[in-house]
């Protein structure tokens, strides 16, 4: 019979090793973290080239917290390295369909499908930046194809009826979505509308050169 004695000793040793694996986690998923949001940062500056450089940091980053969790399965999918996982995709999916570029999958991320979804919900906010940002120049085609793309992932999202201890609380995100889109909807029909309004008034002062200065008020 063990004596308790040992029992101490050999349950301490069990939690040391726990809490130093724990603490390297927390520290790696920091890292992730920050790693992803430079990522996303640096592609709404169009600065493509560290954006990829950036990716490609996180991908060794997120191979690494999973080497080094395997044996540690408790702590690979606890909240927090959960969470860094899904920054890790939403910056590989932001900078993706803003270059419009094929959407990665979760095989070529190497992740879970729980994270990759949440970070798919959570790019819709990055889309929708980046249509204001383009819209500020004016309406475009590429604002337009952003948002198709934001009503397709919204598409597939609504259809992952599971709980929430599944889907890593999914199915709020998805309700989040909902309005973002449609917030995004109503910007650039807005925008369509002034650019509309501005050629009708522009080809109206060409039959009509004697007016001048005939133009919608900043």
């Known amino acids: 019979m063990m004596e308790f004695n ?18 390297q986690a927390l520290v790696q998923a920091r890292q992730l973290t920050r790693l ?3 990522t996303i940062r640096a592609i709404h500056r169009d ?6 450089n950036m990716l490609m940091e996180a991908r060794v ?14 702590v690979y999918f606890a909240g927090y390295t959960q969470d860094a996982i899904k920054e890790y995709a939403e ?9 419009n570029h094929p959407l990665p999958a979760p095989e070529d ?8 979804l949440n970070g798919l919900a959570e790019s819709i906010g990055e889309l929708r930046r980046k249509c204001l940002d383009i819209l500020r120049q004016g309406y475009s085609e590429d ?7 934001m009503d397709e992932i919204y598409n597939v999202l609504v259809t992952m009826d599971y709980a929430d201890a599944i889907t890593n609380g999914l199915r709020r ?15 650039l029909t807005l925008s369509l509308r002034e650019q509309h309004l501005q050629e009708a008034l522009q080809n109206f002062s060409e039959k009509f050169p004697g007016i001048k200065d005939l133009r919608l008020p900043e």
């Open 61 to 74: 980053l997120t191979l690494n917290i999973q080497r080094d969790l395997a044996s540690y399965p408790d």
């Open 173 to 187: 995100q998805t309700d989040l979505v909902r309005g973002i889109i449609e917030r995004t909807r109503a910007d």
């Open 6 to 23: 040992d029992l101490i000793e050999q349950a301490k040793k069990v939690f040391d090793q726990r809490t130093a694996v724990r603490d």
């Open 36 to 38: 992803s949001a430079h």
């Open 109 to 116: 991320l190497g992740i879970e499908y729980a994270p990759y």
């Open 91 to 99: 910056a590989n999916i932001t900078v993706a369909l803003i270059r």
């Open 47 to 52: 600065e493509v080239e560290e954006a990829e």
């Open 143 to 149: 604002a337009e194809r952003l948002l198709t793309t």
